[in-house]
Each structure stands twice: as structure tokens, then as C-alpha cells.
């Protein structure tokens, strides 16, 4: 059973940041399309960002979507198996429950939900005008 732990959630005024975290196996994270996602009441869940390390097959990719391109930034910590995304320049219609996920598939498809199997618990974000 895969694990994705995220961390690093809270509450902020717009224009602050949050780093998120996303800790799994070794295997997940040298093997896997890391995706984050974000679902705000009412709405349909959406692709934020993606990475790939490259661990395993070489070929690192990331993935932003529209919405927060220029504001957020995924990242990775071998030493750790763990991916961030750090996110600034928050702004209200940031406020979501923010997922972390995998997909062992490749390549990466990082805008397709369905193709993500594994997910982790999430992480509540509120940004306050």
C-alpha cells in the first residue's frame, strides 16, 4: 500500500506563503509522477502541480497548471523522499484542500486525475483577504 503523508497546511492572509509537504517510501518517490491537487468546497478537483524525480529512469519533469504558474514551486528532497510545493503570492481563491498524489505510470500525466491511483489525506489551506 503506497503512503503519501502531507503536511504544512494552515490559515495566512493573501499575499503569504505555505510550503506543503509530501512524504512516501523510497520506492514511490524514485519510481513515481507526484501530483498535487487542490478541491475547494463545491468545486471539482483540480491539478496544481506535478514532479517526477527522475530516480529511477533519469528524465525529471514538473508540471504547473494555469492557475498558479509564477506562484508556486515543486520541489524535491532526495535525502528524504519528499516533494514541496511551495506556494506564494496566495491569494483567497487559493483556499482548498490540497492532495498529494501518485501515479507509477509513465510518462507522466500529470493533468489526467484518473491516472493518479494513490492518494494522500490532505492538508486544509485558507487564505484570508
Known amino acids: 500500500q503506497v503512503q503519501l503523508v502531507e503536511s504544512g497546511g494552515g490559515s495566512v492572509q493573501a499575499g503569504g506563503s505555505l510550503r506543503l509537504s509530501c512524504a512516501t517510501s523510497?520506492?514511490?518517490?524514485?519510481?513515481?509522477?507526484m501530483g498535487w491537487f487542490r478541491q475547494a468546497p463545491g468545486k471539482e478537483r483540480e491539478g496544481v502541480a506535478g514532479?517526477?524525480?527522475?530516480?529511477?529512469?533519469?528524465?525529471?519533469?514538473?508540471y504547473y497548471g494555469d492557475s498558479v504558474k509564477g506562484r508556486f514551486t515543486v520541489s524535491q528532497d532526495n535525502s528524504k523522499n519528499t516533494v514541496y510545493l511551495q506556494m506564494n503570492s496566495l491569494i483567497p481563491e487559493d483556499t482548498a484542500r490540497y492532495y498529494c498524489?501518485?501515479?507509477?505510470?509513465?510518462?507522466?500525466?500529470?493533468?489526467?486525475?484518473?491516472?493518479?491511483?494513490?492518494w494522500g489525506q490532505g492538508t486544509q489551506v485558507t487564505v484570508s483577504s
Open positions: 498524489a501518485a501515479d507509477p505510470i509513465l510518462p507522466c500525466r500529470y493533468s489526467s486525475i484518473p491516472s493518479f491511483s494513490d
Open positions: 523510497k520506492y514511490t518517490y524514485s519510481r513515481s509522477c
Open positions: 514532479i517526477y524525480t527522475g530516480l529511477y529512469t533519469g528524465g525529471s519533469s514538473t
